[in-house]
């Protein structure tokens, strides 16, 4: 009776998971069909010459912080704002270093008082002495306690500097002219040695950073005219190669090339993406796919995208990705040139899905 019992538990439990799974087909095929958006795959492989993507950034930056801890008073600038040389930006709490520099200065005053008595007993003993009144022994003590006082004079003098050099860290004060271009903290907040506090960059003067493979970086050579295409606004600059890597440790196998910008009237941006056009024959022939990262689907470590399917379905197409150009990453194995894919969806996808292309 258990075994029969056993088999017939099983087969109750069999029909309802089919009846289950024939709901839930129903339910997805009585469901709406999906509003979609979708896009081709982009294949850079109709020039001849080298391109790879680089971005934009401002010649001359800096990222200012401090040496010290302390609680931000006062914010004196906003982002966007034009600032001098030597312009007060940002004012850190400094009660404690004004209560060491009050101890040191009270330092210097008792060494200095230590000292001037040290140096008259030196100058009487040292006549005494001339004038045989007073022996060597007396004349040698009499030296080493001006040398002494003199070393502590000097002692608490250095501590003074050092208060003021870190006074220094509690300003923090522009490097050079320029645009404030963000902001880290609020006042209030705590201000942490080696964190970015404000950024700060030189408008006008802008570089682009490009990573250039290892297959072609051997044809780049410096002083090298290049084209450069903003996407953004669709403007081609011209540039011309002043730095290039000769590692490529920690940039994934990709050596990074610098490249100035020549003086434009166009309205570009640190932070912009580009697409750098070397004047040499490209070596890898094959296509290089590429795709937004915003419509990669990810599960776990596996990456992938959901494409649509010849029954008008969303389909989940796992990838193995490689090189990440700006917002696109590189598509190794898993989608073709010239295929579809889908970059947003009116509600939420599945495999499997009815989808309808907008």
Not at 146 to 161: D, P, V, Y
Not at 284 to 301: D, F, H, M, N, R
């Amino acid at each position: 009776m258990k075994k029969i019992y056993t088999i017939v538990t099983l087969s109750v439990a069999l029909l309802l998971a089919s009846c289950g799974s024939e709901d839930k087909k129903l339910v997805e095929g009585n469901s709406p069909a999906i509003s979609v958006k979708t896009s081709k795959v982009v294949a850079n492989s109709n020039s001849p010459f080298l391109s790879v993507s680089g971005k934009i950034q401002a010649t001359n930056s800096a990222d200012l912080s401090t040496r010290m801890m302390g609680y931000v008073n006062k914010i004196h600038v906003n982002v966007g704002d034009k600032v001098r040389k030597g312009q007060l930006l940002m004012s850190i709490n400094n009660s404690d270093l004004q209560a060491k520099r009050a101890q040191v200065n009270a330092g210097i005053t008792e060494a200095t008082a230590a000292y001037n008595n040290a140096q008259k007993d030196y100058k009487r003993f040292k006549n005494l002495f001339a004038d045989n009144s007073a022996s060597q022994k007396e004349m040698d003590d009499m030296t080493a306690n001006f040398e002494i006082a003199k070393a502590r004079l000097e002692s608490t003098n250095q501590m003074k500097n050092e208060i003021n050099a870190q006074f220094v860290y509690s300003n923090i004060t522009a490097p050079f002219n320029g645009t404030i271009t963000s902001k880290n903290v609020e006042a209030g907040n705590m201000a942490n040695p080696g964190i970015p506090l404000i950024s700060i960059e030189t408008p006008g003067d802008f570089e682009v950073m490009a990573m250039v493979p290892e297959t072609e970086i051997s044809e780049i050579k410096q002083g090298t005219t290049v084209d450069v295409l903003v996407k953004s606004i669709n403007k081609t600059i011209k540039g011309k190669v002043t730095e290039i890597s000769t590692s490529a440790k920690n940039t994934g196998g990709q050596y990074l090339v610098k490249i100035d910008l020549d003086k434009t009237d166009a309205n570009i941006l640190s932070g912009m993406f580009t697409t750098v056009q070397f004047p040499v024959e490209r070596k890898a022939k094959s296509e290089l796919v590429l795709i937004p990262t915003e419509a990669i689907v990810t599960k776990g470590q596996l990456s992938g995208i959901y494409t649509v399917s010849q029954s008008g379905t969303a389909l989940l197409r796992w990838l193995r990705l490689g090189r990440t150009f700006g917002n696109q990453i590189e598509v190794l194995s898993g989608l073709n040139a010239d295929e579809a894919y889908i970059v947003s969806a009116e509600g939420k996808l599945f495999n499997g899905a009815k989808v309808s292309v907008q």
